[in-house]
């Protein structure tokens, strides 16, 4: 009995002109017969009792096919419906040939997962490199440049915008900031800070040294350990360089990699256009959790009780609670919530205020500075300062109604 399928083959002997031919193949009970396709016609014979089956060729897609009776003679075909013929099903070879095929399948597979796997993994380290690097290269950057880059964002930001003249902010802010600079272990960068009339409870900072304070900050804390507080977060961005560092980040490893061995002129022309990048930045949980603890070790220098900085996240938690409570409807308060949880840059702020308290407990109660008095010039110079600028804007004749206690984005 024959199979009546005949597969596309080939032969190699050195009795076919060129040493080989191709022709067909057709399984029978007794063997496995090629016949060529020239005339005139050559066939052989290769008994199915000890024939042999190898997969070979690219990707294994041959089969080859020889007999020791029969030496000298090797058949093959890329047609693996061979192996389903009915005559082969229980031949010992074709069980062979299934699990080498299974083998290469699965050595095949692993290899493709292998080499997705090296790819992500090599993808996660130079993740994970990124902020490294970006480190490295923004120390090697000169402070010119930062201060530079953070002038031309304030410059920016002031358009369109009600700032507190500078020299009365500066006056006013000293003595509030000044034991904060003079507590920097590295005078490197001089600080600069500005006064925005804005009601969101919000400060920043920029490259090179400048800070902006929202007026609705000072006007909600409750003491000037709260300020000063943020202010010590807001330095740490600025000495630990998060800003430069996440726009160096955005650069490229080709850049980056330029700026590591001394060719910052790719990393120039980015830095030229990062203003826009710059005024609507939000720094990763990373960079704020950095900030927190930075700016803790820095008011404890500045002799600043770091009780202030667990205080404003109070505030800024019980804020939170408040427009929360604004939501009638439960699932869109709960929606929110979670969007804050999962998505918010900042840490969640009672994992900040539940860090500051496991530290805090290992502070004195006494014996810091007592910076209230000009905290409070402070504030009341701002009040007034908000209270000009409302009534410049308010129509003739009309109040104004600005709600000016609708919070903002934390420090």
């Not at 080498?100 to 399948?105: E, G, L, V």
Request: proline letters at 5%; one cysteine or more; a neutral charge.
């Amino acid at each position: 009995m024959a199979d009546a399928t005949d597969y596309s083959a080939h032969a190699f002997h050195a009795s076919l002109p060129k040493g080989r031919a191709s022709g067909t193949l057709r399984l029978y009970e007794h063997g496995l017969v090629f016949t060529t396709g020239g005339v005139p016609a050559q066939t052989v014979t290769l008994p199915l009792q000890g024939l042999e089956l190898k997969l070979g060729g690219a990707s294994n897609r041959l089969i080859f096919c020889t007999h020791p009776a029969v030496p000298g003679w090797q058949l093959y075909t890329a047609d693996h419906a061979l192996l389903g013929a009915p005559v082969l099903a229980a031949h010992p070879a074709r069980a062979a040939l299934g699990s080498a095929k299974r083998r290469h399948h699965a050595l095949a597979w692993g290899a493709i997962f292998g080499g997705l796997a090296a790819m992500v993994l090599a993808g996660l380290l130079v993740w994970w490199s990124l902020d490294a690097l970006s480190a490295t290269a923004a120390r090697r950057l000169p402070v010119e440049w930062e201060e530079k880059l953070g002038k031309s964002v304030v410059a920016q930001y002031k358009l369109g915008k009600d700032f507190m003249e500078d020299k009365e902010a500066k006056a006013l802010l000293d003595p509030l900031t000044a034991p904060l600079a003079k507590a920097l272990p590295e005078q490197k960068y001089t600080l600069r800070f500005h006064v925005v009339n804005d009601p969101t409870l919000n400060a920043f900072a920029l490259p090179g040294g400048y800070v902006v304070i929202h007026s609705g900050l000072i006007l909600k804390a409750k003491h000037a350990g709260e300020l000063q507080g943020v202010l010590g977060h807001e330095i740490a961005h600025v000495t630990e360089q998060h800003g430069m560092r996440a726009v160096i980040r955005t650069s490229g490893l080709y850049i980056l990699a330029q700026a590591l061995i001394g060719d910052a002129s790719g990393l120039m022309a980015v830095l030229a256009d990062a203003g826009p990048l710059l005024m609507q930045q939000k720094y990763s949980r990373d960079f704020e959790r950095a900030a927190d603890a930075v700016g803790y070790d820095l008011l404890k220098r500045a002799s600043i009780d770091p009780r202030g900085m667990a205080d404003f996240f109070r505030a800024v938690l019980a804020e939170e609670k408040r427009m929360m409570e604004k939501v009638e409807d439960e699932n869109a308060r709960r929606a929110m919530d979670a969007a804050r949880a999962f998505l918010g840059t900042h840490p969640e702020t009672p994992e900040r205020i539940a860090t500051l308290e496991k530290k805090l407990k290992k502070e004195p109660a006494t014996g810091w500075r007592d910076d209230q008095a000009a905290f409070l010039a402070l504030q009341a110079r701002v009040q007034r300062f908000v209270t000009e600028n409302a009534t410049e804007k308010a129509p003739a004749g009309k109040p104004d109604t600005t709600d000016k206690k609708e919070p903002g984005a934390q420090p």
